[in-house]
């Protein structure tokens, strides 16, 4: 059985956003990962700690257990002003998991599809 670690901002924290699009999305998209027989962590962050303790904390997750795929979330890679943080978090990724498959998503409930794209690419390189 496969098992991701899926990365992004907890939607609850970002200001002036509304949540509820969001969480339903990652709702939605972790139960298609159990019907799928992948084994999903999530690993939320809080947007008020990007300036503190956000990265040691990716860190420590990406340290817990060898992971099949890495899932990197659109609020990531996507916000404004955040191609720093998205830089360093597909790093860590690369030196903390350096066998696991990266993925990227449009939008959380479709992470499935693209960790399964990423794993059939990981199995036929």
């Known amino acids: 059985m496969p098992n991701v670690l899926a990365i992004g901002f907890d939607p609850h924290t970002v200001p002036g956003f509304d949540p509820a699009p969001i969480a339903a999305g990652i709702e939605r998209g972790s139960k298609l990962f159990a019907e799928l027989g992948i084994t999903e962590d999530l690993c939320l962050i809080d ?5 503190g303790p956000a990265l040691p904390k990716i860190v420590e997750r990406l340290k817990q257990k060898k992971f099949d795929c890495v899932l990197v979330g659109g609020g990531v890679r ?37 960790v399964l794209k990423a794993l059939e690419q990981q199995r036929n390189r």
């Open 47 to 51: 947007f008020s700690e990007l300036d």
């Open 78 to 114: 996507k916000g404004t002003g955040l191609l720093e943080l998205f830089q360093t978090v597909v790093n860590l990724v690369h030196w903390h998991q350096p066998e696991a498959a990266i993925a990227f998503n449009e939008s959380p409930g479709d992470s499935p599809d693209w």
